[in-house]
């Protein structure tokens, strides 16, 4: 009988043996030597929740708004690269199972399945990540074409304007589709789960790019793709003209220091989220939610201040929440379900951060995750800069007394 699946370390482990190797890499690297990757769990794991007792624990619940939004959780799923690769359809598979579990889907400009498709086959609206290219033109038919798809959020990511190295790309010689060499025909050919769902779909390159995009030579390339076309010059002047753009809720992904948190509540967006791309940009960067205390202090009461990086758990969800984030988005550990189990696998990965989300928040003692706060978490053990925040805070409070 197969062992159940409890964690998402298992939905990790079948999706490595059911995804491509360049797929799985791709998801599952960091930039040059990953520390900022590993960085992003260790500091959630290191922070230690209070245990409370004998209080009531009855009629909890989960539910909350993200960039003004009801969400059943505070957990949306992050825009990720290449999903379409991790399994046949995958961002169609992967919006399904976030409208069924009541959370946002966002969809990612490099996607494998486009706007239109995934708009075909969702019956909520899902929301979609823009990087800002150079041909202006193509990044405003990208923001015409989601608002003609009924987005109801646009995600504006800010720290890519260059792609940061991941090393295992370039030794795996990632592209989609994959180029048909016999090391990966032979890689394909020992997951046939995998290969057949490929066999069966049409979605295999990025398709809001091709046939949209002019004058790209290697379309199947990310990297070549974002040395190409993403915008080098990006500046807080381009941020607000896509605000005005797009005229809708807009977030702006990818803020990691407080003074640039100051300028992006200035552009008078809707929401930040506090990321270092998943470790996947600036290698050396510290740790998204190390990074979180300091810029809720800065901008918490100005802008809706949401988080990404490392969770894996219903307990990293809580430890976030307890931070100041609204909510967190979850890349990787959404990927994982879907590479291990398609839409089931989607679902299964929220069921999980779902249920130890709950139970962990009544065993801090409390009913409603909108009072959650610094209270339930051990004073000390915050990593730094978190916890040089958490000092500022004990000397303001001691020379206030
Ligand atoms: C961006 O799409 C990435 O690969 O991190």
């Known amino acids: ?49 209070r245990q409370r007792v004998a209080v009531d624990m009855r009629d909890r619940t989960l539910a909350t708004t993200i960039a003004g939004q009801p969400a059943s959780m505070p957990v949306a799923l992050a825009p990720t690269g290449l999903t379409g690769m991790q399994h046949a359809d995958g961002e169609i598979l992967a919006a399904r199972a976030a409208e069924k579990a009541g959370v946002p889907f966002c969809l990612s400009t490099m996607s494998i399945c486009s706007i239109e498709d995934v708009a075909e086959h969702a019956t909520k609206p899902f929301w979609f990540q823009l990087y800002v290219m150079r041909d202006r033109e193509f990044s405003s038919s990208l923001i015409a074409r989601a608002k003609a798809a009924g987005c109801s959020a646009l995600v504006l990511t800010v720290d890519l304007q260059i792609l940061g190295q991941r090393h295992k790309d370039i030794v795996n010689g990632m592209t989609a589709p994959p180029k048909l060499t016999v090391k990966n025909i032979l890689d394909m050919a020992i ?55 797009w005229g809708g809720t807009l977030i702006l992904k990818g803020i990691l220091d407080p003074e640039d948190a100051e300028k992006a509540a200035e552009t008078g967006a809707d929401s930040i989220v506090v990321s270092n791309h998943g470790g996947r940009q600036l290698d050396g960067a510290v740790s998204s939610i190390s990074a979180l205390p300091d810029i809720v202090s800065a901008v918490g009461n100005r802008i809706e201040v949401l988080m990404d990086g490392g969770v894996r758990s219903g307990q990293d969800v809580l430890k976030a929440v307890a931070l100041g984030a609204k909510g967190v988005m979850i890349g990787r550990a959404f990927l994982y379900g879907l590479g291990a ?61």
């Open 1 to 49: 009988m197969a062992r159940p699946v409890t964690t998402i370390e298992d939905l990790r482990v079948i999706a490595k043996r059911r995804v491509p190797k360049m797929f799985y890499d791709y998801a599952d690297s960091g930039a040059w030597t990953e520390s900022t990757y590993r960085a992003n769990q260790a500091d959630f794991a290191a922070i230690k929740l």
């Open 191 to 245: 997951r046939p789960r995998w290969s057949l769902g490929m066999l069966g779909t049409q979605r295999r390159t990025f398709r809001n790019l091709v046939g949209h995009a002019k004058g790209v030579s290697n379309l199947s390339s990310l990297s070549s793709w974002t040395a190409e076309q993403f915008d080098p010059a990006l500046s807080w002047d381009d941020v607000k003209r896509i605000r005005d753009e």
């Open 341 to 401: 189990d398609g839409e089931a696998g989607v679902t299964k990965c929220l069921d999980i951060i779902r249920k130890e989300l709950d139970v962990t928040m009544a065993l801090c003692g409390h009913r409603d995750i909108r009072n959650v706060g610094r209270e339930i978490l051990v004073p000390g053990t915050l990593p730094s800069p978190a916890r040089h925040a958490e000092h500022r805070a004990e000397a303001a409070l001691a020379a206030a007394e």
